[in-house]
């Protein structure tokens, strides 16, 4: 996995716990709501996974390039006593192959900065939303690395490879998208919300 997501990997639950204890009130600042289908880009270990589903009463599409994190997706959902539509295991490229139904919103978090080819991402992205539907991105701010800390330590991707929204814009929006809105997630993230042209 990270010769294609380089100086990427699924960080502690912990700390993700420690920024974002209610994960439910960050989907709702994204825009997430309950009528929604949603699919969850590249899903890690499900800390948002689970929560989204319950938000969405299961109609929810999570998928990973790693069978291991969809193995520990799984796990976290079922222990929320939540359910997924369908785990998809594939690159995230290919998701138009194996997303039977095109959805409302697709989400990815803390993942779009490692993507090799971004710009062919996003493009997979817009065929598999609904006219209008969103396209939620949550990035590190671009801020040096050691300033960053949770626990003490620095963490989040190397300073060279975060986005500001305005660098995530110039490669979304040209696929297909307009912004519509960034969303402060406190302390260290923003939620850069696109709308899929019609």
């Known amino acids: 996995m990270s010769a294609l997501f380089p100086a990427t990997s699924m960080p502690d639950r912990d700390w993700w716990a420690a920024l974002w204890p209610d994960p439910e009130t960050v989907l709702r600042q994204l825009g997430i709501t309950p009528d929604m289908t949603v699919l969850d880009l590249c899903c890690g270990d499900g800390y948002f996974t689970a929560p989204l589903a319950k938000l969405v009463d299961g109609k929810v599409y999570a998928l990973d390039l790693d069978p291991v994190m969809i193995e520990m997706a799984k796990s976290e959902v079922a222990r929320q006593s939540a359910s997924v539509r369908e785990w998809i295991c594939t690159d995230a490229h290919d998701v138009a192959r194996y997303l039977s139904k095109k959805v409302d919103y697709v989400l990815m978090a803390n993942t779009f900065h490692g993507v090799p080819d971004q710009l062919s991402l996003a493009r997979a992205v817009h065929t598999v ?18 300033q960053t800390t949770v626990f003490g330590q620095p963490r989040g991707p190397r300073t060279d ?24 997630l406190m302390p260290y993230h923003y939620g850069a919300l696109f709308r899929r042209s019609e």
């Open 161 to 184: 490879m975060r986005m500001s929204p305005q660098g995530v814009s110039a490669v979304v929006e040209p696929q297909g998208f307009r912004r519509v809105n960034v969303v402060e």
């Open 129 to 146: 939303l609904r006219p209008r539907g969103l396209f939620g991105i949550v990035n590190w701010h671009p801020l040096p690395r050691e």
